[in-house]
Every structure is written in structure tokens, then in C-alpha cells.
């Protein structure tokens, strides 16, 4: 039996390119920047005309939070014409609905009035009042990929044991640590972190079963100083140098008041009920990336 061809957008970052390692099943087209360039309509075309897969996962998209509120409202910025118009162009050149999105919970304000964590029927909002705007972005992402009846898989703060590039929650926050410039962190913000290793599981499931719809794939609620301090304890560190901070107070010195959601995180149970998946609470994805050797080093 030949395998299922899946091309994979940003095969070579953070996720998708642990998707790639683990997932020995298919028959894999990982195309990169200048040879595809989502922002380029003709190109994208190209492309997936010559490759031709039967599946397209996109990692692809622009990241940077910071970058990206200086773009706010700016829809020639490349913020948006990579998130938004770059999905626009896959949409435009793959005519099949199996096409999946990888999304995030920034889709979502997070705020007090509109709390996470938010489960797979929650609608995301129609105005980008109350979001950054890279959750802007990603929110109209999400909505060209539904209207073509594709799936969205939402993912929050991916973390793995190894990945030399760039370095993932967990990892930033470790160096920090082990620098001795370790900021305050915020005791009072609500987040999750996605175990790469299960991100890919996930998808696996999602293209093996032909399935579509919005998934989520995430621990479940911690805070930031939570998270970081049972991390370094666990990895033999003094966590008792940590400080905490109130988000709230941050906030309120920022020009964007909703530059971090406070009460963000995605439900998974209608996710793990669809896909017959378990995820990790996040002590066990800690535990679990230990195993892998994630350390102090």
C-alpha cells in the first residue's frame, strides 16, 4: 500500500518538524522558503500542482507576538499577508477539504469578561476588539479554513525535549534561569502547554481517520509560575529564587492592554472523545520531556 502524501508547510520549525520525525507512515513533501513562499500566489500554485498530496498541514505562519502588534491593522504587513493571504493561496491552489491549520488559543481574548479555557464548539470572536493582532490573524485564518471545510488544530505554547533552532517555553524560561536573569513570573495567568510529541499523534489521528472540524491538543491549566517552578524542582534547581508577578499589574503599564490573554487554555475532552487520545496533564509533559533529557543545561 503506497503512503498517504502529506506536504508540510514550515516542516523545518519548532513542530513541524518533530511532526516529520515521528511520522514515519507517510510519504512526506517539506518545500521551504524561497522555493515556497506562502505570500506568493503563482508559487504556492506551483508547487502543490507538481507535488500534488492528498493532505497539507500548515505550520507555516508569522510567530512573532511582539512583531506583529507593530503591524496592528496593517493588512500590507507580513503578519497578515502570511497568516491570512498564505492561507488564502493554499486554499485558492488545493480544491480538497483536507487541509489542516495549526492554530492557537490567541483566536480568543482570554479576558475576564470572555474567560478561557475554551472548548472546540466556542465561537471566536468577529472583530478583533480585545485580541492581539497576531490572534487576529490567525482567527481569520481559521475562518478561511472552516468555510473550505478544513480542520484547525489549536495548540498552545508547543514544547519539546530538543530543538537547537529556537527555543520553546519551557527552554527560554530554563536558560533564564540558569543565566540568573530570571524575570518575575505571573501567578495569576491561565495557560496550557502542548506536548509536541502528542501535537503529532494528534495529527496522525486527524489524517487517518479523515477527519475534520476543530481539534485541541494541550495540557490542562497551569500558571507561568506554576509551570516554571515545578520544572526547575523537578530538575534539581532552587525554585524558591523565583519570584512572581501579578499579570494585572503588568498590564496595566502596557500601551495594549491585551497584549497577554489572562485566563487563556482550550478544553481537549471533545477532542480526546473524537480521536480516542489522552492527553498529559503538564506536571507529566515536564516529567515526560525529563525523560527525553530536557535539563539545566
Known amino acids: 500500500m503506497s503512503k498517504i502524501k502529506v506536504l508540510v508547510t514550515g516542516a523545518s520549525g519548532l513542530v513541524g518538524s518533530r511532526f516529520v520525525e515521528l511520522a514515519k507512515n507517510y510519504q512526506f513533501i517539506t518545500p521551504e522558503y524561497p ?26 505562519a508569522f510567530t512573532d507576538v511582539n512583531a506583529a502588534e507593530g503591524q496592528m491593522g496593517d493588512e500590507s504587513g507580513l ?16 480544491p480538497s477539504n483536507k487541509i489542516i ?11 475576564i469578561e470572555h474567560p ?14 480585545n485580541l ?13 479554513i472552516l468555510g473550505h471545510g478544513g480542520t484547525v488544530l489549536r495548540i498552545i505554547y508547543p514544547v519539546r525535549a530538543h530543538y537547537e533552532q529556537k527555543l520553546d517555553y519551557l527552554h527560554t524560561s530554563l536558560k533564564k534561569f540558569t543565566d540568573g536573569t530570571m524575570y518575575p513570573l505571573f501567578n495569576d495567568q491561565q495557560i496550557c502547554i502542548s506536548f509536541i510529541d502528542e501535537v ?12 475534520t472540524g476543530i481539534f485541541h491538543c494541550c495540557s490542562d491549566t497551569t500558571t507561568p509560575f506554576e509551570l516554571i517552578s515545578f520544572t526547575v524542582d523537578q530538575l534539581g534547581g532552587d525554585a524558591s529564587t523565583i519570584k512572581s508577578a501579578s499579570i ?5 503599564t502596557q500601551a495594549n492592554k491585551n497584549r497577554y490573554p489572562v485566563y487563556g487554555g482550550l478544553k481537549t475532552v ?18 515526560k520531556l525529563i525523560g527525553q533529557g530536557l535539563s539545566l543545561k
Request: charged content about 30%; overall charge negative; hydrophobic content about 35%.
Open 132 to 144: 492581539t493582532w497576531y490572534g487576529w490573524t490567525k482567527n481569520r485564518a481559521e475562518k478561511e
Open 101 to 111: 491549520q495549526i492554530s492557537t488559543d490567541m483566536v480568543f481574548p482570554g479576558s
Open 116 to 129: 478561557g479555557p475554551y472548548s472546540e464548539n466556542d465561537k471566536t470572536p468577529d472583530t478583533k476588539d
Open 270 to 287: 471533545k477532542t480526546e472523545e473524537k480521536l480516542d487520545l489522552h492527553f498529559s496533564t503538564w506536571q507529566t509533559v515536564v516529567e
Open 79 to 94: 503578519a497578515w499577508k502570511v497568516n491570512v493571504e498564505g492561507v488564502k493561496n493554499l486554499l485558492k491552489a488545493f
Open 248 to 252: 494585572f499589574d503588568f498590564l496595566a
Open 200 to 211: 503529532a499523534q494528534t495529527l496522525q489521528k486527524i489524517i487517518d481517520t479523515d477527519s
Open 35 to 60: 522555493d515556497f513562499d506562502l505570500t506568493n500566489e503563482s508559487l504556492v500554485k506551483k508547487v502543490i500542482d507538481e507535488t500534488n498530496p492528498e493532505w497539507i498541514v500548515n505550520f507555516a
